[in-house]
DNA sequence: ATGGCGCGCGCAGCGCGA
C-alpha cells in the first residue's frame, strides 16, 4: 500500500498536476492541503473518475484538507475533537484497517506572533487527541503538512534558519512529543540523500538551489512502521509548469 | 538576499504562506 501527503496549494490550480500524479504514480491513499475549496467547490468527479474515493474538509482561500482512497474511507471526522478551531486543517478516515489523519499544521508566521501561538496550542490538542487515537487505532498513519523541519539536517541553511519559525525549539519539541507517543517518521526509518526537502520557496531561484526545509512528513504507528519498506520525496511535480512549492512525500507498506 | 513568488479575492493591491 502506497500512502502519500502533498500540499498542493490550491486543488483548483493544481487538479491537473493531481490528476497526471495519480496515473503515473498510482498511491492507494493520498492526503492533501491547502485545498484552498469550499466543499461545493470541490472536484469530487475528476478525483472520482480517476479511480478514487474523497473526503474533504475546505474553506474559502484558506487552509482546506482531503482524503483520497482507492478503498472505501470510513468513520470519517473533520478537526480535532474538542478543539474548537473554525480553520480546516484536520481530516482523518479509515482506510483498509489502517486509521489516516489528513493534517495541515498552522504556519506560525513568526516566533512570538499570536499565529506562533496559536501553531503551539494546535499542536498541543494535536498531542492530545493523537495519544487517544493511537490507543483506539493501532494502525495509526499520521500524514501531512506539519510546518516543522524536525532537524538542522532537514533545513538547507541551519545558520540562517537558526530559531526561526519552522525550526525554533518549542516546535521541535512539539513535533518529537507526537513521536513520543509512539510514532515513527517513516522517512528516517531509511538512509536517505543528504539535503533531501520537500517544500522550497517561489522566490530567489530556491528549488534551483535546492534551498527547501523538509516539512511534510508521514509519521506511522509501530505497527505500521514494521510494515514499511520505503519512504520517498518525489520531486518530480515541482519541475513542472505552475508547481506546488511542496511536493509529494510517498510511504510504502507491505 | 527576507526583496524578488504564487495563491485567492476581485478588479487594485493586499494578506498570507514558509
Redesign the pocket.
Known amino acids: 500500500m502506497k500512502l502519500a501527503t502533498w500540499?498542493v496549494?490550491?486543488l483548483?490550480?493544481r487538479l491537473p498536476h493531481l490528476l497526471d500524479w495519480l496515473a503515473s504514480s498510482q498511491p492507494d491513499v493520498v492526503c492533501l492541503q491547502?485545498t484552498?475549496l469550499v466543499d461545493a467547490k470541490f472536484p469530487r468527479e475528476a478525483i472520482e473518475s480517476a479511480g478514487y474515493q474523497v473526503a474533504f474538509a475546505g474553506q474559502?482561500?484558506?487552509n482546506g484538507v482531503a482524503i483520497l482512497a482507492r478503498s472505501p474511507l470510513a468513520e470519517i471526522e473533520a478537526g480535532i475533537p474538542g478543539f474548537a478551531d473554525e480553520q480546516k486543517r484536520v481530516l482523518s478516515a479509515t482506510v483498509t484497517s489502517t486509521r489516516v489523519a489528513c493534517l495541515y499544521a498552522?504556519?506560525g508566521?513568526a516566533v512570538g506572533s499570536d499565529?506562533y501561538e496559536y501553531k503551539l496550542r494546535w499542536y498541543e490538542a494535536l498531542r492530545d487527541w493523537l495519544r487517544m487515537e493511537l490507543a483506539r487505532h493501532p494502525r495509526l498513519a499520521v500524514l501531512g503538512?506539519l510546518?516543522i523541519a524536525p532537524e538542522d539536517r532537514d533545513v538547507h541553511d541551519p545558520k540562517?534558519w537558526e530559531g526561526q519559525?519552522?525550526v525554533s525549539e518549542p516546535e521541535r519539541a512539539a513535533l518529537r512529543a507526537l513521536i513520543g507517543l509512539g510514532l515513527e517518521d517513516s522517512f528516517r526509518l531509511f538512509v536517505q540523500p543528504e539535503k533531501s526537502f520537500s517544500?522550497w520557496?517561489?522566490?530567489?531561484a530556491a528549488f534551483r538551489r535546492n534551498a527547501g526545509?523538509r516539512?511534510d512528513h508521514i509519521l506511522l504507528s509501530s505497527a505500521l512502521a514494521r510494515r514499511c519498506s520505503a519512504c520517498t520525496i518525489d520531486k518530480a511535480p515541482r519541475k513542472l509548469e505552475?508547481p506546488s512549492?511542496?511536493t509529494p512525500v510517498i510511504a510504502e507498506l507491505s
Open positions: 500540499n496549494n490550491s483548483n490550480v491547502e484552498k474559502k482561500t484558506y498552522p504556519n508566521q499565529k503538512d510546518n540562517a519559525v519552522h517544500w520557496d517561489y522566490r530567489m526545509l516539512i505552475r512549492d511542496h
